[in-house]
Each structure stands twice: as structure tokens, then as C-alpha cells.
T-cell receptor, first 111, second 110 residues
């Protein structure tokens, strides 16, 4: 199994600012996944982060809005840039080792 | 495009009842199906994973079944307890990244 530490757990941010979310895994993994869960909705994959290469973004998500870093095999960050109230969601990171493991989530509120 | 549907969206039961949560998916070409639990404002905890070649998996009071040909899975919870109150999500893995349903919000009343 994998243990993922994600922070911050929650934040309230002003529109137009940026927030960086961090995920630390207790083992080395090739791929890390970033999801968004909008209120009342299911999880939607934002991007897949591979160490040493650019992240792969899903349809509807772009690097300028959600830049991702993956400096090593245990760590990744997701930045939500130039935030608007529509970005208010729970953001989750995940790894897959047979089954999927998730961080505790970051509840973001943009005011 | 894979789509996952969960029924019901919400369920409230008295403590001690056995209950069934349903999950359906449109593309039967999956590698596996997973059931997760999500507590309010929290991340997801994996409950059960069923490989595409398997019919069911059990863990304690939980039993998950998979009928790949009909695109259905059920999660059976026996002797429900207030601590089981949470949102239950199913997700399928195939040629695309994990696709999630919207979840069933379960409330078990003491």
C-alpha cells in the first residue's frame, strides 16, 4: 500500500491568486494523478504527472491553468492559477499500486 | 466514452439493515472495478478491487460483485452501522484512466 500526505487540507483564497497543492508519497511511483471533485460531482482527472517529463493533461484542462511539477519519484505539486469561484472544489492526488490510493484532499474555496 | 452511473444517489437506512449499492458502466472492456469510501471533505479510501476476470470480492461485512458482460457491479453491506455513513464511489479502469461514478451517499441511522 501507499501513504500519501497532501497539503494544505483546505484553504480559502481570493480570486485572481494562485494556490499550490503538495503531495508526498511514502514510496517511489512512476505516475501520480491529480483529480478535481466539484461540489456534488464525481472525480475528474486533471492530469497525469510523470517524473522527468511534462504532465499529460485531460481534455478541458491546460498547463497554464494547472501547472504541475514532478521533481522526483515521491513528490508532486499542482498549482491552481488565477483562481475564480468556479475553481472551488476538492483537489486530490493519487497513485496506483494495484489499487488506487488517494491523498486526504484539498478543499479549496475561492471568494 | 466510458460512463459510470451509481444508483441510488442517496440512501438512508436504520442500523442493522443489509443494503445494496449499484454501479453500472457502459463499456465492458475494463481491467478492474474498484469501490471507494469517501468521508465528508476527505480523500478516498479503497474498499475492494475486483479484477475483470473475477466475479466477487469480500472484505469483512462488504461484498462486491462484478458482471462485466452486463456492465454492472453491486456493493453489499451487511449489518450496517452508523460508522458506515459515507459516500461510496465506484470506479472502472480500462484503456482510459479511472472513471468514477458520482457516488451513493449513505446514512445509517442509530
Amino acid at each position: 500500500s501507499a501513504v500519501i500526505s497532501q497539503k494544505p487540507s483546505r484553504d480559502i483564497c481570493q480570486r485572481g491568486t494562485s494556490l499550490t497543492i503538495q503531495c508526498q508519497v511514502d514510496s517511489q511511483v512512476t505516475m501520480m494523478f491529480w483529480y478535481r471533485q466539484q461540489p456534488g460531482q464525481s472525480l475528474t482527472l486533471i492530469a497525469t504527472a510523470n517524473q522527468g517529463s511534462e504532465a499529460t493533461y485531460e481534455s478541458g484542462f491546460v498547463i497554464d491553468k494547472f501547472p504541475i511539477s514532478r521533481p522526483n519519484l515521491t513528490f508532486s505539486t499542482l498549482t491552481v492559477s488565477n483562481m475564480s469561484p468556479e475553481d472551488s472544489s476538492i483537489y486530490l492526488c493519487s497513485v496506483e499500486q494495484g489499487t488506487a490510493f488517494f491523498g486526504q484532499g484539498t478543499r479549496l474555496t475561492v471568494v | 466514452k466510458q460512463e459510470v452511473t451509481q444508483i441510488p444517489a442517496a440512501l438512508s437506512v436504520p442500523e442493522g439493515e443489509n443494503l445494496v449499492l449499484n454501479c453500472s458502466f457502459t463499456d465492458s472492456a475494463i481491467y478492474n472495478l474498484q469501490w471507494f469510501r469517501q468521508d465528508p471533505g476527505k480523500g478516498l479510501t479503497s474498499l475492494l478491487l475486483i479484477q475483470s476476470s473475477q466475479r466477487e470480492q469480500t472484505s469483512g461485512r462488504l461484498n462486491a460483485s462484478l458482471d462485466k458482460s452486463s456492465g454492472r457491479s453491486t456493493l453489499y453491506i451487511a449489518a450496517s452501522q452508523p460508522g458506515d455513513s459515507a459516500t461510496y464511489l465506484c470506479a472502472v479502469s480500462g484503456n482510459t484512466p479511472l472513471v468514477f461514478g458520482k457516488g451513493t451517499r449513505l446514512s445509517v441511522i442509530a
